[in-house]
């Protein structure tokens, strides 16, 4: 047991004193001294020694505090006696932690001084009964809200994801409260509708990060990162698919929650495409002329520390790079024959790679577009994936989004593909078989792997998480 000094005085010391006697009495030892007699109880516990006494006398903190002593806490409300008695206390005791509560800091050098600034305690308390915000742990860690609860409502753009695949620099889920139990954090746990997210980081970044979770629509390319990247490269591309490319990516900053767009482009040789992407710079749209002979695996792996949230790419730059694109898990667009301003459809194909973790990804970046959703499921024996359709119609509820569900048991989802004539955005899970070489296709049966390798209509690859994340 350890030897505690109490100087104490007023209501804020008078309710401390309450919990100690109530509640810690058995802990340590307690040596009290107090100005007001009524803090002194009739009957205490035989580790509790009260004095009445002036605590600005250092006679009378000699004579009370006689020996060593492991902690002290001064709780007064008047700032010049606290002060005084914090200066008799430390040449007393120039070894001894002290707490204290404040309203202004003392603006001391002391190191084993903590001053509990009163304001920010009971600001910090009323924020926790605020609506719509963040519940802060204060009494652990560092007490500065770098600990946080996190509700996720159901229409969350969280809702349905691996924590794997949220991008978490600066901060980290570490665990998830889900009906009453705690589950630790894992790279493949997905979030639930009204699961209470335990995050830990910078308390900055961690407003943001709840201003995220529960914003419910428009959200995408969040939570991967906030701008778009659009790479071009002129030994490869002709002017016109960089030109088209180009449009694409402009359209998609302006109809997605896109902050900046960047365009790089690699290999310059054509002083007019040049002086073209100059001219369309502005405070949004910034342009990157590599001269550096870099390859698109190498700037890619520059602008990873940006956080990219959608990558913006030719179908031929996305084969050449795509090894390294899914190591770093981030969402791509691949540009192809047919133009996103035209497809007025997108299409998932059910019960492939656990598409259901995509849901939220894939519904937010229709329902942004402003185009409709199908849902195709494929079965031979008519077991259809009847789960993970309810999953989209879930989500898709809180987006207000209708689904066209299609099942099949005679046409497989890569013919269904190939015979469609209307224009349609194809949404696929990021996995690990789209990186396979062309040969391993012909023994495939991989719907989203023979997808890759079809260029007429766009798609988007939305990562879902991996171990190597």
């Known amino acids: 047991m350890k030897k505690i000094g109490l100087i104490l005085n007023g209501k804020t010391a008078e309710s401390f004193l309450e919990k100690i006697l109530h509640q810690y009495h058995s802990a340590n030892y307690y040596t009290i001294i107090t100005q007001d007699p009524m803090l002194i109880p009739q009957t205490s516990p035989d580790n509790f020694k009260f004095f009445h006494a002036d605590p600005t006398s250092s006679y009378k903190l000699q004579k009370a505090f006689a020996g060593e002593f492991d902690q002290f806490f001064l709780i007064h409300p008047c700032f010049e006696e606290r002060k005084e008695i914090y200066e008799l206390l430390r040449s007393l005791f120039p070894k001894t932690p002290i707490t204290l509560n404040t309203e202004i800091s003392l603006q001391s050098q002391d190191e084993l001084l903590e001053e509990i600034f009163t304001p920010s305690v009971v600001s910090n308390k009323l924020l926790t009964l605020l609506p719509n915000a963040p519940m802060s742990i204060q009494d652990f860690g560092l007490g500065k809200g770098e600990i946080v609860e996190i509700l996720v409502p159901s229409g969350s753009v969280y809702c349905h994801r691996q924590i794997g695949s949220i991008a978490q620099k600066d901060w980290k889920i570490v665990g998830i409260y889900r009906k009453n139990n705690l589950l630790l954090s894992s790279y493949s746990l997905s979030i639930q509708p009204n699961d209470k997210l335990l995050a830990i980081g910078d308390p900055v970044i961690l407003g943001n990060i709840y201003r995220q979770i529960t914003n419910s629509l428009g959200q995408f390319p969040m939570p991967f990162g906030k701008d778009l990247f659009l790479y071009l490269d002129e030994e490869i591309l002709s002017e016109n698919e960089i030109l088209k490319d180009l449009d694409e990516a402009l359209f998609l900053h302006q109809k997605l929650n896109s902050n900046q767009l960047h365009i790089t482009l690699l290999h310059p040789k054509s002083f007019e495409l040049i002086s073209h992407l100059k001219n369309i710079q502005d405070e949004k749209i910034h342009c990157i002329i590599d001269y550096d002979n870099h390859s698109l695996e190498e700037v890619i792996e520059l602008d990873k520390a940006k956080r990219i949230?959608?990558?913006?790419?030719?179908?031929?730059?996305?084969?050449?790079?795509?090894?390294?694109?899914?190591?770093i898990s981030i969402p791509i667009f691949k540009t192809a024959q047919t133009s996103i301003w035209e497809c007025k459809n997108s299409l998932v194909f059910l019960g492939e790679h656990e598409i259901e973790?995509?849901?939220?990804?894939?519904?937010?970046?229709?329902s942004q577009l402003g185009i409709e959703f199908?849902?195709?499921?494929?079965?031979?024996?008519?077991?259809?994936?009847?789960?993970?359709?309810?999953?989209?119609?879930?989500?898709?509820?809180?987006?207000?989004?209708?689904?066209?569900?299609?099942?099949?048991?005679?046409?497989?989802?890569?013919?269904?593909?190939?015979?469609?004539?209307a224009p349609t955005l194809q949404l696929l899970p990021f996995v690990d078989t789209i990186t396979f070489s062309s040969i391993t296709k012909l023994a495939s049966t991989d719907s989203t792997r023979l997808s890759a390798d079809m260029h007429k209509f766009p798609q988007i690859y939305i990562p879902i998480p991996h171990e190597n994340h």
Do not use: M, R, W
Not at 310 to 327: D, G
């Open 309 to 327: 949230g959608l990558a913006v790419l030719n179908y031929k730059l996305f084969e050449e790079s795509k090894t390294k694109l899914y190591e």
């Open 374 to 421: 199908e849902a195709y499921d494929y079965d031979v024996d008519e077991s259809f994936h009847t789960q993970c359709f309810e999953d989209f119609k879930t989500i898709a509820q809180v987006f207000n989004l209708p689904i066209k569900h299609t099942q099949s048991s005679s046409k497989n989802p890569i013919l269904y593909l190939q015979e469609l004539q």
């Open 357 to 366: 973790n995509i849901a939220s990804v894939a519904l937010d970046i229709t």
